[in-house]
């Protein structure tokens, strides 16, 4: 990391004034240029305005393979002999984190923050047949519950992770943020209608505490962004078939569009890390091994979809219009196709993160290529 | 009421060769604490606020949280649920501040983006002094967003999900510095000067060094730093070099007073449940602005200050008047947040706060 100033365009006039300036008694020996000084960036209001990567210039925007920043000093920044070793942190290697990009969706997130409060119309709501609102108030409080996993974890990661790689770092918070927003939604449409909160998961597993526990972060990504939030970004996919006001519709699509934000985190960051550091890729597949036995047989417990869960039969009533036999039946059948298309996505997340061989020489869970066909 | 519905496994298969069940399991269906309450939307235009989902039997906030794992405020608990682990903090004294909500929603409410709401266009043309002190300042606020990001960040997985409010307000409060740690990032590009030298590492380490609580976290960082930075951008706003320099931490300036707003009501909503803790509180205090006065005697940022209200070196003089003055503003603003949270620190304050308080005869010095 460049940590030199270079004074020599300026040296001249500078010595002149630090010269008075110390006449004076300041000590000023910070007051030096550094190697961009003078490279003015210009930007256009009309293009999304100053964006976090339009500021990427000379030493501030190398991105080290190995961070030695333990102090937390800003990227490129000069460094202070005596500064504490305050950092701690346990991601100091790019690959462990990094992807491409990071910045553009940071901006992004920015730009399509929303409000729960004011963004869902929620005076369109109507009184539901109890059945239908029980299965919305059951949806919520699972989604009320799963959402900040994916705060508080990511949380933790984000403390651990160098500021040299603030921009990974960055991308995390705006996700801090949505899962609060997410958290918040859906224990407002609980409330909304005339119903209340309903039961809680029943048991750590299903709340994601594997995500809890994930010592590594690219396993912890695949968990949470791979596995977890693409199951529920399917099922937000879906909001339209399984909403019954104007209000529900627009909390699926709005929650959708961040999550599908956060999901893309992590298949780039999977991209990367198997474009740069091949001989991680095994461990990534056994990772995937996992989250296929979750994404079958319901290990994983972030899906609403999965079978015998209060959620998934709160999603037949929904998709089925009602708790009637008949009703449910059908709710079922649609729900079914839910997780066929669960299932197909997820096969697409991984072979667009470099790691589609597994669909081709038979490493994949072999009942996903039932799901995919049936 | 809807009848339970406990159906036979059937002939049906799927995909995946499992049974599938005729119908799904309903038992779930009546479990709840409290049905057929129903929200308001708050009637001036602000929407459905989560303080208004605290009604009937989901007003009561308990003083602890007796379990470690995310069940929902209100929601039904499920017989064997177990522990997610984290989540040690479940009192309510840890973290609870009645304003956490609102707090919230504002600050959803009053979102914008360093990207489009700077006129970034109008940060050009300062002499190179000036500019380079800008950046030398941009560097340390960016610094100080930074660590806050962190810091907060970190404490989440410990905070119990059972004070949601809190949750979701600390949820912003990152967000918001992170905003400010790329607002003066982009600040200090804008003309190439870039990040300069690092800040002095005192008060990063008083405030990353808090194993012993939240509490003590939001008082070095929201009762001390959060002053000083917060006085910093009141003079940037009134006398930054440049429209876009005033903008920026006009801007700002909001995100600080909620993170303040948060930190005295958490700490006042301490003492008043648990009294004892404001002798710890004080002490702990003390250290902090011990670090803080020791970081302010590195004369870095008081120089990088003075430049830019004197508008030049050459100026410098008058700038540290300015500055003095600055650093004045900053304890009054510190000795008020702990008035308010009933933490008088009038009587205890430190020798070099002391100093600051009345002015300051001279200029910091660095010291032999
Ligand atoms: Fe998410």
Redesign the pocket.
Known sequence: MATEAKPEKYITSFQQLMEEGRKNGYRLDWLLPRETFGARIDSDPDAGGLLLQDIDRGPFAEIPDWSNNMSGRPRGSLTRANAARVGNYSIRTKGDIWLKNASQLYEEAVQRQWSSAVDVPWETMEELPDDIERAECQLATFLTEVEFV?GDVPGKWISQTTPDYYEPRMFLIS?IM??AR?MDVFRKRAFANGGGLMSQTTNVALSGGAIDSARDFTEMSARLHISG?GLVLSIFRMGERMSYNAAEKAIYRLAAS??SR?VAFGVMHLQYLSQTDPQRKEEIHSYLDEIELGLIAGTGGQNPAQRGTPSSAALAILLGGGSDPTLMAEGAQIALAVRQRQVKEYVQRVKVAGLGERFENGRANATLAAYVSA | MVQQQHQPTGGKRDPGGDPVPELPDLSWIDKTLGWGIKARVEPFGGGMTVDALNIGVYAEVPDHIPFRNRLPRGAYPAPGAGSIGGYYLQDKHEQWADCAGRLYEEAISRRWSTATDIPWETAHGLNDDVELAICQLATELSQHASVETEVISGWLQNLSPGYHEVKLFLSTATYDSARMFEGYRKRAMVNGGGMMLESPGGMNRAILETYAGWSQTVLGMWFVRNSLDTTILRYLAAYGPTEADRALAARLIPDRMRAAAYATDHIRFAISKKPELAIGFQVWLGGVEYAQARDLRDPVLTEALAIIFGRGVAGMDDGMTVVRRLLQDFVKTYLSRCKQANLDRSKSLSGSFQVMLSGMPAPPRPQA
């Open positions: 994916a996700q949505d899962e997410h939030e961040d999550e956060h």
